[in-house]
């Protein structure tokens, strides 16, 4: 199945912007894939912040936002707070089959 | 609220068979598609199987398909996975997901079941 792409980690200070990106290895991509994006703090069940690209649940934090970028999906956290920390997944959809990314641990320090 | 409990996981010997369940409530079951994801430990997240809303609809991994099977009772509010031939592969934390649409999938999840395989 399809490859989904991800930074394997990324270190941001409090109150910084950090963007992180989706990639798949079949090519660009698009709205079609559906890109999803969940957190997931250490021994808790994954919670999803991000929706259809950019669409946010009522339980995501402002700061959050998605997007797509040179072909990939992204995920930008804005005014990082120290409960950011965690592990985001990337999710796309291949018509029937969802393919998670590898996760990118999130630090802030 | 909406609620999903999974249940059903432990320790099963390599080649072996396990069956999980997941109990929901707080929603209409019969109207949402569901999954399964799994985690190994220390590792990241992985999609299994997904069925739709009245059963007719049956996706898997490519890592499981043939020996996993997905299956409901929309009468009992309950979402099964029997997994057979199990590999050391196949431990983890198994969650189960439910999708609001197909651009809003894992909108809820449970906490998770452990399987542990030994070899």
New interface residues.
């Given amino acids: 199945?399809a490859v989904v792409t991800q930074e394997p980690s990324l270190t941001v200070s409090p109150g910084g912007t950090v963007t992180l990106t989706c990639a798949s290895i079949t090519g660009a991509v698009t709205s079609a894939y559906?890109p999803?994006w969940?957190q997931?703090k250490p021994g808790q069940?994954?919670?999803?912040l991000i929706?259809?690209t950019n669409?946010k649940?009522s339980w995501t934090p402002a700061r959050f936002s998605g997007s797509l970028l040179g072909g990939k999906a992204a995920l930008t956290l804005s005014d990082v707070q120290p409960e950011d920390e965690a592990?985001y997944?990337c999710?796309l959809?291949f018509g029937?089959?969802?393919?998670?990314?590898?996760?990118t641990k999130v630090t802030v320090l | 609220e909406v609620q999903l409990v999974e249940s059903g996981g432990g320790l099963a010997q390599s080649g072996g068979s396990l069956r999980l369940s997941c109990m929901v409530s707080g929603f209409t079951f019969s109207q949402y598609s569901m999954n399964w994801v799994r985690q190994a430990p220390g590792k990241g997240l992985e999609w299994v199987s997904y069925i739709s809303s009245s059963g007719d609809t049956i996706y898997y991994a490519d890592s499981v398909r043939g020996r996993f099977t997905i299956s409901r009772d929309n009468a009992k509010n309950l979402l099964f996975l029997h997994m057979s031939s199990l590999t050391v592969d196949d431990a983890g934390v198994y969650y189960c997901a439910r999708d609001r649409r197909v651009d809003e999938p894992f909108e809820s999840w449970g906490q998770g079941t452990l399987v542990t395989v030994s070899s």
């Fill in positions: 199945q559906y999803n969940f997931q069940a994954p919670r999803p929706y259809s669409n649940y592990d997944y999710l959809y029937g089959a969802q393919v998670f990314g590898g996760g």
